[in-house]
Each structure stands twice: as C-alpha cells, then as structure tokens.
C-alpha cells in the first residue's frame, strides 16, 4: 500500500469531484454530505491515499451527462453497458452486486413478465432498467405504459399516488422502500448487475480506478475492512425482509418475543440482585432493538399505566420515554380513544385473553390515527397476569392508499365518475330491475366534438377542466338512481332508470333528456378566462330493445352513437335494427377477410408516380380486392374493418412482401430497376412489436433494393408516441428505407415532429387538390406546402391529380411531382410494366 500511496501522491490529484444522487442504502446527499456505502468506501480510499473529494448533487440522467462532459470526474453505483463502456471508464472489481425487481401494491398481481400487459411501469429515465425492460417488453408485444421518472423515490412515489402500478427499482433501494411504503416486491427479478464507480475518460479520477481496485480485493477478504463495516452498518447483511402480505405479523411477533425477554428481565432484576449489572446491560440491549422496530411497543400493569414505551410510542406521543412511565392513557388521548383502548385491555388483564384488533386513537393534539394491535397477557410464576405487552403497527396511511385505491377501480380519476367497471355493475343491476319493476331505461352514449383539437391547441389541463365541467352539467340531469359514467378520452354513458311504465312515453322521456343535455352544453364553458362552447352526439338504446346483456346494450348505443356522429353536432339518434344489419355486413366481410388471407385471394395495383416532364420515378401499390361471394369490395369499406380487428397486420405485411419480389423482379429489368415502390402503413401495422424485424429481414433479400422502399406514413402517427416513432424511423432509415408522410395537411403534425423525423417527402392530400381551381382556400395551402417542402429540403408529390388543368397549375405552383387518374389510374402490375416498356417511362397524360 505504501508504494501505492506514493504513487498516486506523485500523480498530485488534491481534488475529485463525484457525483451524488439519491439511492440508499447505496448512496445519499444529506447537509451536504455523501453517505452510504459507495460513499463510505471511496472515502475510505481516499483517506488512505491522501486525496480529497467534492460531493456534487445530482439526479441520475444529470450526473451521468456531467461525468461525460467533464463536470464532475467520478460517479458512483453504475452498471456497465456497451454504451457506458465506451463513454466511461470503470475498474474491474465490483464494489456490490445487484439485481432489479418489479415492486407495486398488493392488488396489482403480477407473477410473470406477460402480466406486464396494459400496466403503467414508472422506470428511472435511460437507466438500465429502463433499456432492458421496453426492449423485453416490446419483444412480446406487450402494451406496456411507460412513466418516466428522475429518481428511485420519484417512482415509489407515482405508485403511491397512483399513477404507476408497479416500478422497477435494484433491490437495495426498492427492499428498503417498499417496506416503508406497504408496497410488495413481485416476482419479477430481472438484470443480475455488477455496481462500479465510473470515471470520465481522460479525466483526474481515471488514475484511480485500479487504486480503487487493489482496495476492493484487499477489502473483500477482510471482515473487519471498511467495504465489509459499511456493508453491515447498512443493512446489507441482514436478512430479507418478509413478503408483505405477513410483514405485520412477522414484526407482532417478533417485538412480542423481545417484549416477554424485556418482561422476563424486569422479574430477574428484582430476585436476583447479585446480577444487576449484567440485566442493566441486557436491558440496554433490549432497550435499543425495541427502539429500533418501526412498531409501537409498550408494556401496561394491572391499573394500566405504563411500565414501558419504546421510542416510537414516545413520539406519537410528543414526550419522552421517561415522561410516560406511571401515566395512563388518559393522559394522551381523548375520552372516546381512551375507552375504546381499555375495553381491549381489560379483556387482556382481567380474562387473560390475547387480542388482535383495529384500534383508531385521537391525540390531545387532534390528529387521528389507525393501528393494528396486538395485545398480550404477561403471567408471573404461578399463572397470575400482572401486566399486558402490547405491540401497535400504524396502518393510517395504508389504509389510506387502500381507499385510494379502491376509488380508482370504481371511478375516473380526471371526472370523478364511474369508470367502466362500476358502470358493468350498475347496468347489469339496472336491467335485472327493468325485468322486475316493467319500467322502461336507456343507456345513452355521449361523444364530444372536436376535443382532441381543444387538447392540442390547449393543453392537456385545459382538456382535462373541460371533460370535468361536462361532468358536472351531466350529474345536474340525472336522478340519484341514474348512473354517469365515462369510458374513454371524450366517451360518456348515462343510465337512465325507472323512465316510464309505456314505452312511447318512456322514449320520448330519453330523447327530451338528451336535449336538454345538449341545451346545457350550449352554455359557455370558463377555463382560464377563456369561453368554449362544445357540442355533442348522443346515440340511445332502450333497455327493450335489447335481447341480450350488457355488452349487448352498450353496442347498441355505440351504433346509435356512430349514426349520430354522421349528422354532425347536436344530434340524437335510437338504436333501430338497421345498424345492425351494419354490424352483420362488418362480421361477414370479417369473416370473408380472413378467408381471403389464408387463401391468398387478396391482390394489388400500382399506379404510377410522375415528374414534371411526366417521366414516371416510381409507382404506389394498392391492395384490391374480389369475393366470389360479395364481389368486389372497395378499400374504402374492407380497410377500416381491418384495422379495426387487426387484419391490417398480416395484410400490411403481405402486401409489403409483394412490394419486395416486385422490386426484385424489376431488378433484372434495366428499364424498371431504378423506379420506387410505395407502400402505405397503417398506424397498428407500424407500432407492431415485429414490425421493423420484418422491414430487415425484407430488404436483406437478394435484389432488394432498400433505397427504392418507400414506406407512406399518416401525420396522426406523429403525435401518438413521438419517441418510439422517431426511434423507428431513424433505425430504418439508417438501412436505406424512405419515409413518406401521406395525406398531408389534413392533421396536425407540426415543424417540431417534421425536424425530428428523417422524412424525405410530403405527400398533398387529394382534398386539397381537388378543389384547386375554385378555392382559393386550397390553392394557399398547397402553395404553403409547396414552400414548407422547399425551405426542409423535402420532396413533395401532389396525390389525386384528375385533370389536365390541375397538373398545369401545380406546376406553376412549382410541384415537380405527381400521381392521380390524369397520369394513370390503378392497374395490375403485368399491365403497367408492358405500358412502361412500349412508352420508356414517359406518361401520355389524359388516356389512362
């Protein structure tokens, strides 16, 4: 060690600046000071080799960017990556290790990874839990909700609040916090790691880390070294803790234990004199684990005073452990307390029963607080009981979180009223009673219009207020028998019960509701001292006119709700039995739709893409197809059906292998080899967790051409998801595929989405082009495209160009790129090629 000190003292490295964030028991800032045992052990190291260090504060994500910038020059507890690695240096020898763990409260069962589906996860941002757990996630396709948080504790405490279900924390930090918090470790183990210390490359602290080395493995054989101090005055040797579904009972009995020894030293004391000096020590000892038990303890005599309080009683109480001695309950509590608590005590001293029981105890301050106690009879030799131990665990902010809890499963946390599950209850309820009473109810599906617009335009706290006055004018209209509920982002329901006895009436009834519901709404809005006026579609369904259950009833409503939607605001609609003959059509092409994938009955078109000299550059695919049965259905109808069952998946992904064994046959055709071939993605396709795997395996096939892969992506996609979609992008992109952003100007992409992403090109809307001539309205936003696309360097094709007089004004406008009937309609692939061979690619405009 000697040839070492003077080795770094030679070096002359006075000062180390090291980063510091929150995460006991492995590292803390507390006045300004670094605890815990990387901090131990680095002090201990510098202590010996004459350096000096400079704790730093710093959450995670921060400390990790001024290590890499050389603003701090060592951060402890970091596991090694590949990205780390090179970004970093670190020593070889692990000062702990580790491994992450999912914690969450005890209703959310979670046993496996697959249980991960549909639950919120809150993960410390790009930290190694984070990274591994959305790429195991995604790999099973599992909906797995994301909440971001900058700390260990920030993610404690969105389950607390509930806007987590689970978070994933190392072990050390989340054993010892979901102890205190009543949350319970899951099964989920996962990311076996390996913690160092982290120096930047090149800086002051880099020389230290094979220093820090031959410390650790000196350090690691010794038991009395610093490494092996810390990690017992941490905790860190101490076995784990109970499951919490019996930590309680495991702390009873365990302070029960320590109290009968505590008892059982107080009667030796006073027989065995000549051992004094040993009980006065075996007290202390006692005196100090019982104080160290997150638990109330204390011990009564026959008249009920206290002949003992450890220190947690003492400060419940605002007093000392001394003050409490000789004085009873009455001296603590109010008068209701203190009755209720000696009720259970004299059940202890004078029948000798041992009691468990939920105690609620109001201090002489006022504030009101709920335990668990256990109580027992303490006996003398010959079986008398002289006095009660008592063991109390608080249990008030438990049963808080409890209450919290079970509201979020019955109600909608923004509106406050019932969430899908209560309005299940209540509606079957509802129905069984329509059956028993005759009277005639409604269910009544209420959409509002336009609310995304008012979230974008507004923000989200704006929206939020509005769904929550909407709330509140709907519960001015209904009875106390009735039930409000909301199911989605702007979806409401109402059940309206016990309407009339006559049918006619009792519908009349509905739809005169639902007016006035609309009347209401017509009323100005106040958020922030601006006035909205919203309007709304209702669609009815009458409890008679359904034949099978709940789910029955709520399609029913939700087709009235769509046929009202078609109207515009302000409408109404009932339920009638032509929808569902709309409903047989949609399960019928369904049906039809999978036929046709196994049986490969689906096919395509191109229709070609022009330059201003009508010179085709590429060509769009689009998926056609013809039922023996139904014949021809257009895309307009089969598209939506599939992606509204998800069919749009494997057919997405047919028609994109189509798209590749098309390029690869033009690639041996020396006219075709360099058109681009379009396909259109759809939202579920791209977000599909196979998806880019399935683009790879794709363009590595002999032939394909990645570069000539364009790939047609909607602007709705944009603002659904921004970092997994940019994420996706850019992988594709680095292998050579384009991105084309389709019917552009219809939605509500913005400049800050079009710079993150790596499109090439904008794609006009056909709404816009149609009407060029006449409105003047299109005619400016095409020209404002037209100039967005020139000031980005993107391309910009004009889609749906019908006339001769259209293609000339767009190229006035300065289009140089074209596609629509003028140019081509659709057409099987074997047609088009044999067209483009006999033309050399050159489109005689107008006879297609």
Known sequence: MLLLTGTVQAQSTPL????????????????????????????AVAEREGFQLEPVSCDWQQCLEMLEQGQIDLMPDVAIDQLRSRRFAFHRVPVLRSWSQLY??????????????????????????????????????LSTIWVSVTSFEAGFQAVVEGRADLVAANHHFGDMRARQLDLFATPVIFQPSRLYFAASRGGPAEPLLPIID???????????????QSLEKWGLYAPPAAIPDYVIVALIAFGLALIGALAFVFTLRGRVHVKSTQLQLSENRFSTILNSVEAYIYIKDR??????????????????????????????????????????????????????????????????RRFLSTKIPLMDARGNVYALSGISTDITQHLHIQEQLNHARFYDTVTGLANRRLLLDRLEHALANAQRTHYEGALLAIDLHDFSVVNDAFGHQFGDQLLQEVARRIERLIDEADTAARLGADDYVVVLENLNGDREQAILDARQWAHALIELLREPIEIKGKQYVTSVSIGVAMFSDTEGGVEVLLRNADLALADAKLEGPHTIRFFNPSMQEN????????????????????????????????????VELLMRWSDAELGYVPPSEFIPVAEATGLIVPMGEWLLSEAARLMQRWQEDPLLRDLTVAVNISAKQFRHAGFVDMIKRLIQQPNV????????????????????????????????????????????????????????????????????????NDEIIVSTILGLGRSMGLEVIAEGVETAQQARRLNEMGCAKYQGFHFGRPASPVEWEARLRESRLTIYAGGS
């Not at 510091?20 to 131990?40: A, C």
């Not at 206290?306 to 400060?315: E, I, K, L, P, S």
């Not at 990645?706 to 047609?712: D, I, K, V």
Request: include cysteine; glycine fraction near 4%.
């Open 16 to 43: 180390i600046r090291i980063g510091v964030y929150e995460n006991p028991p492995k590292l803390s800032y507390t006045d300004f000071q670094m605890t815990g045992i990387f901090g131990d052990v680095i002090f």
């Open 104 to 141: 969450g409260s005890d209703d959310v069962n979670v046993r496996n990874l697959l249980d991960l589906d549909d639950l919120r996860i809150a993960v410390l941002k790009d930290s190694v839990q984070d990274l591994y757990l959305r790429n195991l996630t995604e790999s099973f396709d």
């Open 214 to 228: 031959s410390y650790l493995e000196a350090w690691q054989q010794d038991p009395s070294s610093p490494l092996n």
């Open 303 to 368: 008249d009920l005073r206290y002949q003992y309080a450890n220190r947690m009683v003492a400060d419940l109480l605002q007093t000392t452990e001394t003050d409490i001695i000789g004085k009873t309950d009455n001296d603590f509590f109010d008068e209701k307390t203190c009755a209720n608590l000696r009720a259970n005590d004299l059940r202890v001293i004078k029948k000798g029963e041992r009691v468990s029981d939920e105690e609620t105890s109001v201090t002489a301050t006022g504030e009101k």
């Open 583 to 618: 409903v047989s059509r949609r399960l019928h092409l369904e049906s039809a739709m999978r036929n046709a994938l196994e049986n490969n009955h689906f096919h395509f078109f191109v229709q070609p893409q022009v330059d201003s000299q009508h010179h085709v550059t590429g």
């Open 705 to 776: 051409n990645a570069s000539l892969l364009e790939l047609e992506i909607t602007e709705s996609m944009l603002i659904e998801d921004v970092q997994n979609t940019v994420r996706r992008i850019s992988k594709l992109n680095e292998w050579g595929v384009r991105f084309s952003l389709d019917d552009f100007g219809t939605g509500y992409a913005s400049l800050s989405y079009l710079k993150q992403l790596p499109i090439y090109q904008l794609k006009i809307d056909q709404s816009f082009i149609r009407d060029i001539l006449t409105d003047t």
